[in-house]
Nanobody, 123 residues
């Protein structure tokens, strides 16, 4: 398992941008696919974005495609989520997750999770 800590959330006006960070600890980090999920109160957890460890291929949920960008810095053991053109419906707690299969795809087996960071978008 790896330990994950998210940061970078906050309050932003609609149309604005935020960058979330996920700091990972563990020597197997480079073999893990990484993903971002979000969950609003009373709603199911939703896949937002993911990235493989090998090719760096990104995956995006349909609702954020074209607005969000996922990236990773293996030297710093950190995964990022750049969020542009934010909408009120993006308001949620955002979670970082690690996929030991390495794919970081929406249906991958994400086994490790961070504590979450709150993102609130005002209209």
């Amino acid at each position: 398992q790896v330990q994950l800590v998210e940061s970078g959330g906050g309050l932003v006006q609609a149309g604005g941008s935020l960058r979330l960070s996920c700091a990972a600890s563990g020597r197997t980090f480079r073999n893990y696919g990484m993903g971002w999920f979000r969950q609003a109160p009373g709603k199911e957890r939703e896949f937002v974005a993911g990235v493989s460890w090998s090719s760096g291929r990104p995956y995006y949920g349909e609702s954020v495609k074209g607005r969000f960008t996922i990236s990773r810095d293996n030297v710093k053991n950190t995964v990022f989520l750049r969020m542009n053109s934010l909408k009120p419906e993006d308001t949620a707690v955002y979670y970082c997750a690690a996929d030991p299969t390495g794919w970081g795809s929406p249906r991958a087996d994400f086994g490790s999770w961070g504590q979450g960071t709150q993102v609130t978008v005002s209209s």
